[in-house]
């Protein structure tokens, strides 16, 4: 099976109708091919809003199967599975007939066609379920009157509409006279407790294709007819071409043309391995205005600017000056962060096949209107007349949210004018920068003769980070005297959003230094954040962003689930943090053999309100803490003169399976409406790992990469 | 260039590429064999591995010139109907989150589970340390091949 390109031609026939019909409900016409063309299906959209502005749709074909459109791109955080599942609740639908495609970019039909910030669930929520339940009572409607008896003796299971004296009515019966009832208004939803099909831990909807090896993946998009172009960048970050000798590029076999845009060299070949080959007969010279930085530069950028650098302050309550002259105790402490890549495991690639009537664009973006947006400004080139087809994303980790890589794409096929997949080796993915920023923190806290803070103060230092702080976030709120302060320096190296950008260090770095906060005050640290919520809750200080009684009940929760300081022999450290809307608690738990810390297991307790998949929920909580402990532990890049020493999974270390921790995920699932899952249970996980750490060894490990830290490696 | 004749998933395919292409390439974009996945192009990754004669292998370092005669099977040659026992255990343990990186870790544990039927955990993490999971879903995957290891025979 070859992915080939066919929902284009059915979206302009879907639209088509959509005009003709004019309204929210339609007699809609297939654009899935596996539906049958000729069936009449029913779609419905989002009622509140004319044409723009719904997330999503569906559609029931005469045998009742229901097929649901997922707008937003798929790199793992099961949102496919997920959207259809909400949907599927409300419509009362048989889970067993319904499908889930990919819709393409269409921004006409649907809004926040992206992954990011953990926020399609919350986004959508309520638009899913409206449509949802507004079929169903379209359906319900169409029974009624079919029967001649009143809808309210009419009620829905399973894929059917059922009348109290036993009649009966699949969905597909119905789909065809439901298409021509006018779209109801203030459909009530469903009742948390009385959801079947929400929280259950459903298999993903892919995974027989994944198991199976189909051609899922931009990478996977193959057509007849395309050619394939590999990049030599700057090796450097600062770097810009002196000159490039191609010849011997250019005669190597397969290679049809090699092309220099910008400060790239890009090789043409009829064949990934041809091109990549004959990459490495360029030999391209580089210059550079300006000196190159090395890690080293970054460690005194970090310490002059601590000092010296121009602050900008994103929070201020009460004297924070004061409170620390009075102090009886001043404690202070500085957690640094290097630069990370990514590392999606496929590597980044766009298809662009650029002609005089338009643009196709195809392959793995997080933010395909921002793609569409850009090629259009770049080849001036009208966005009406470019599509956008998202393919499955092996990975995004928020490196696909840049789309440099599809605009590299367009513009090879625009000057070559041929049809081109543009593949990055690792190693250009591994050094083509967009990375975390590496961020340098400074912590003070004034404590009083018992114990209590009254001063707190945390100054971020980041190389291209903007505001490095989550200023109104946990323990803002709880403390008179507070203080946030940012610097930022611009670098050449080039930095994007990563895994909840921001707090997935400065979580870390916030929860570890409130442990030894702790320790100074003699107190217990769980105990201590609960003091802290309860000093927020009685006797606020300014505006904060989270929410005290839920942040309250995942402390809680996790203590008691992993004993919190009741266990013999094992030592544990607690985090918890609050990102993306949720609340995340978790505590590590390590043993010391031979005289060494061994971590064995965390224990997270989330509340992202209602759990739309139990399964999924699980793996997005697992997969957070084995990429927030692998990171901590493991991740780095290291500069020398613009260039990081590591390029592929030889020298940059990556978790493996040997390495991870046991971990128990559990959800406070409180009915709320549902919060994000992509990001928040990474956060806190660096602080429980350090936080236990120093239990087991008496070492408090102040930054990352641990694994370059006493107790592991002497410092 | 030189014409290979291999032995793809049962089959004797010819292809006529330069000798030291990889297995890995003269799979996706000759005999368009999408299943197995480029990764990192240095064997640290696993997502390219495949079975020669049984065994499991890194495709992205194997030159086409070396594969001669050798019997390869790639994820979709596994199972006729995706119903190998660790394909099974796969969907059953729901193990993939982006799912890129499935294909040579089925593979991988495949092979393993040829050589070792009833292996303990830790058997399970050695045999699958060379295979990176980015998402991280390592939990399910050591579980599913241990689900898969009491599915056959």
Redesign the interface.
């Known amino acids: 099976m070859i992915m080939n390109k066919t929902l284009h031609q059915g979206r302009r026939n879907f639209l088509r109708q959509a005009t003709l019909a004019g309204g929210g409900l339609f007699l809609g016409f297939s654009w899935f091919e596996e539906a049958g063309a000729t069936e009449q299906m029913l779609q419905v959209l989002h009622p509140d809003i004319d044409v723009t502005g719904f997330n999503s749709y569906l559609s029931i074909a005469k045998d009742g199967i229901v097929t649901i459109a997922s707008p937003n791109p798929e790199l793992g955080q099961n949102i496919r599975t997920s959207f259809a599942q909400i949907v599927a609740e409300e419509l009362d639908a048989n889970w067993s007939k319904v499908k889930v495609v990919q819709a393409p970019l269409d921004t006409k039909r649907f809004d926040r066609q992206l992954t990011g910030g953990s926020g399609a669930i919350p986004h959508s929520w309520k638009r899913l379920r409206t449509a949802g339940a507004t079929a169903r009572q379209m359906l319900m409607q169409a029974a009624a009157t079919q029967w001649g008896v009143p809808v309210s003796e009419c009620k829905t299971e399973n894929g059917f509409v059922l009348h109290s004296s036993g009649k009966k009515l699949g969905y597909g019966e119905l789909a065809a006279t439901a298409s021509k009832l006018e779209v109801p208004k203030d459909i009530a939803l469903k009742d948390f407790k009385d959801f079947k099909i929400i929280g259950k831990p459903i298999r993903n909807v892919e995974n027989r294709n994944i198991v199976t090896g189909k051609p899922l993946f931009g990478l996977d998009f193959y057509r007849d007819g395309m050619v394939y172009a590999v990049i030599q960048r700057p090796p450097a970050f600062g770097a810009k071409i002196k000159s490039a000798s191609v010849d011997a590029a250019k005669a190597s076999p397969g290679v049809l043309d090699v092309v220099t845009f910008n400060n790239n060299v890009a090789v043409v070949a009829k064949s990934t391995w041809e091109a990549m080959k004959a990459k490495k007969l360029l030999k391209v010279e580089y210059e550079a205005d300006k000196a190159l930085e090395s890690s080293t530069d970054h460690e005194k950028i970090f310490t002059d600017l601590m000092d010296n650098g121009q602050a900008q302050t994103k929070r201020k309550d009460g004297d924070v000056d004061a409170a620390f002259k009075n102090a009886a105790k001043v404690l202070k402490a500085e957690y640094q962060c290097p630069f990370i890549p990514h590392n999606p495991m496929e590597p980044m690639n766009f298809f662009a096949d650029v002609t005089e009537d338009g643009i196709e664009l195809i392959g793995p973006t997080q933010t395909p209107q921002a793609a569409r947006k850009a090629v259009s400004d770049l080849l001036k080139v009208p966005e009406d007349k470019i599509t956008v087809d998202i393919t499955r994303l092996g990975g995004g980790f928020g490196r696909r949210l840049k789309f440099d890589y599809a605009v590299e794409a367009a513009q090879i096929s625009s000057l070559i004018k041929k049809p081109v997949k543009l593949i990055w080796s690792r190693e250009d993915d591994m050094t083509g920068g967009s990375y975390r920023p590496a961020v340098r923190y400074r912590f003070e806290a004034a404590l009083d003769a018992s114990g209590n803070i009254i001063a707190y103060k945390c100054k971020g230092v980041g190389l291209n980070e903007g505001n490095s702080l989550r200023q109104d976030n946990f323990p803002a709120g709880a403390v008179d005297n507070y203080l946030m302060e940012t610097v930022n320096h611009v670098t050449p190296i080039t930095v994007g959003a990563w895994r909840a950008p921001v707090t997935n260090f400065l979580a870390y770095a916030e929860q570890s230094f409130l442990d030894e906060v702790a320790e100074a005050a003699g107190k217990d640290p769980v105990q201590m954040r609960l003091d802290l919520l309860k000093r927020a809750k009685e006797k606020p200080v300014g505006a904060i962003k989270y929410d005290i009684a839920r942040m309250d009940t995942v402390i809680r929760t996790a203590a008691e689930k992993a004993g919190w300081g009741k266990k013999k022999d094992v030592f544990q450290g607690f985090s918890v943090y609050f990102s993306h809307a949720s609340y995340v608690a978790q505590i590590c738990e390590m043993v010391v053999k031979n005289g060494k810390p061994e971590i064995s297991k965390i224990y997270a307790v989330s509340d992202c309100g209602v759990v739309v998949n139990e399964s999924g929920a699980k793996q997005q909580v697992m997969g957070a803490i084995v990429d927030g402990y692998g990171h901590a532990m493991f991740g780095k890049l290291v500069f020398k003169a613009g260039e990081p020493e590591q390029k592929n999974f030889d020298r940059y270390r990556l978790i493996r399976m040997s390495e991870i921790p046991d971990v128990d995920a559990s959800f406070i699932n409180n009915g709320i409406d549902p919060t994000g899952l992509g990001e928040p249970a990474l956060p806190p996980t660096g602080g429980a790992v350090a936080n236990a750490l120093y239990k087991a060894t008496g070492v408090r490990v102040r930054k990352q990469p641990f694994v370059d830290q006493p107790p592991f490696k002497k410092g | 260039?030189p014409v290979y004749t291999l032995s793809v998933n049962g089959k004797g395919l010819k292809v006529d590429?330069?000798e030291?292409?990889?297995l890995l390439?003269v799979l996706?974009?000759?005999l368009?064999?999408?299943?197995?996945?480029?990764?990192?192009?240095?064997g640290?990754?696993g997502?390219c591995t495949v079975h020669m004669n049984g065994s499991a292998m890194r495709s992205c370092l194997l030159p086409i010139s070396s594969v001669g005669a050798a019997k390869i099977t790639?994820?979709?040659g596994l199972s006729a109907n995706?119903d190998h026992p660790v394909?099974k255990a796969?969907?059953e343990v729901?193990?993939?989150?982006?799912?890129?990186?499935?294909?040579g870790q089925?593979m991988t544990a495949a092979a393993f589970l040829k050589q070792v039927p009833k292996p303990t955990m830790e058997q399970i993490?050695?045999a699958?340390?060379?295979?990176?999971?980015?998402?991280?879903?390592?939990?399910?995957?050591?579980e599913a091949v241990q689900v898969a290891s009491t599915k056959t025979k």
């Open positions: 260039m590429v330069a030291d292409t990889p390439w996706r974009d000759h368009r064999l999408l299943g197995t996945k480029y990764g990192c192009g240095v640290q990754c997502a790639t994820i979709e995706g394909q796969w969907e729901d193990v993939p989150q982006c799912g890129y990186c499935q294909s089925i993490k050695s699958m340390n060379g295979n990176i999971c980015r998402c991280g879903a390592y939990h399910r995957i050591r």
